[in-house]
């Protein structure tokens, strides 16, 4: 089910994102540097480490860093189940707060995800 309201908190959150980058080339540069070279398949590969990040994001309780990764990981073909396996996994450790953020999280996937295109 496409959810208009993330597809819509996603456009506002990178174009605010995008705004800070031009308003601190060196430092945001810097971050992105850091983060394209971890998110680059080595012994774990991409589609790992994009549901990896998903999983951050829902443990750290971010729903920006939710919004954006759930929508790398359905690029990077992480499948629905998988989304959810790992996600049982961050509530078993993170309890009912990450219980909604997987539950966001779901949502965002199956708006952007395989499955909800």
Known sequence: MIDEAITQETDRFVAARDAYKEASPQVVGD???LKRDALKPGALD????????V???V??????????????AADARV?????IEGLNMAIVFGG?????????????YDTYGQDGR
């Open 46 to 53: 991409g589609k790992t480490k994009a549901l990896i990040a």
């Open 96 to 108: 009912a707060p990450q219980y909604g953020y997987a539950s966001y999280a779901l949502s965002a």
């Open 55 to 57: 999983l951050m994001g």
């Open 31 to 33: 971050f992105l540097a």
């Open 59 to 72: 443990a750290r309780g971010s729903e920006r860093c939710i919004m954006t990764h759930v929508r790398a």
């Open 79 to 83: 499948s629905r189940d998988e989304l």
